[in-house]
């Protein structure tokens, strides 16, 4: 099993170790309600994989059943090759990091108290370690200079890094974003998808899904475009977004685009 430990270069850039993501013919329903149907893909490790449809078509909820907020109903999430649908939620949710579009910060706690919080109390590192980590997770996140404000005292990009901060702070695998840019203002996108582009070179394996077709062009390795709860197709950018296979997939990026 891949430890994924933050590991740095000579030159002190953190790197990543992902680990492979595979879903195979996972359902996942609201009651007798199947939204996410038969959905198979393979994330390798240290790639991104972005998630693109329309509203209502299953994507937020097909990132709840890779963590398990939501069981899935058939199917199965496998990391790094093993099944982890029989491990406990909280521990896979020590292996996959997830970044929402609310960011669901601790309102009451500081930047760092907010990174600081997990490793501490779930992973039972000293306090001073704890506090040492989400420093440097911070200072990579470009808020080494805000370590003690409070997220109300923050601006929504800079919030949004903390809980990438906080996210990156358990070592995760894997990270999954849900629409992380969609609440923010729009001249603080750009910072935010950066800083996940970065992320994406520095080897984290990624689910990201995303309104923000110009950094799927750039950024994934594969697109996934989801209808009506299907994988309806997956590629390349360059095929998805020039070369669209399907009637559905056109009209989509003739609304989009
Ligand atoms: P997306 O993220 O692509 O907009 P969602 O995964 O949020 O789509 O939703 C997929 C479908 O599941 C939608 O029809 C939505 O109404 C339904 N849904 C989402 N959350 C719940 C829930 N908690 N209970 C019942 N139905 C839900
Ligand atoms: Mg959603």
Known sequence: MSTSEAKT?????????????????????YGEVEVVRNVSLSVPPGTTTCVIGPSGSGKSTLLRGINRLHEPKSGDVRLAGRSVLK???DDLRL?????????????????????????????GQSRSAARRLAEDRLREVGLGERMDHRPRDLSGGQQQRVAIARALAMHPEV?????????????????VLRLMAELCERGMTMVV??????????????????????????????????????????????EVL
Request: net charge negative; hydrophobic share 45%.
């Open 9 to 29: 270069t000579a030159a002190g850039e953190v790197v990543y170790e992902g680990s492979s993501l595979d879903l195979q013919d996972l359902t996942i329903a």
């Open 87 to 89: 491990d406990k939620p």
């Open 95 to 123: 292996r996959i990091g997830m970044v929402f579009q609310h960011f669901n910060l601790f309102p009451d706690h500081t930047a760092l108290e907010n990174v600081a919080l997990a490793p501490w109390r779930v992973k």
């Open 175 to 191: 990270m999954l974003f849900d629409e992380a840019t969609s609440a923010l203002d729009p001249e603080l996108v750009k910072g």
């Open 209 to 254: 899904v995303t309104h923000e077709m110009g950094f799927a062009r750039k950024v994934a390795d594969q697109v996934v475009f989801m209808d009506e709860g299907e994988v309806v197709e997956v590629g390349p950018p360059e095929q998805i977004f020039d070369d669209p296979h399907s009637d559905r997939l056109r009209t989509f990026l003739s």
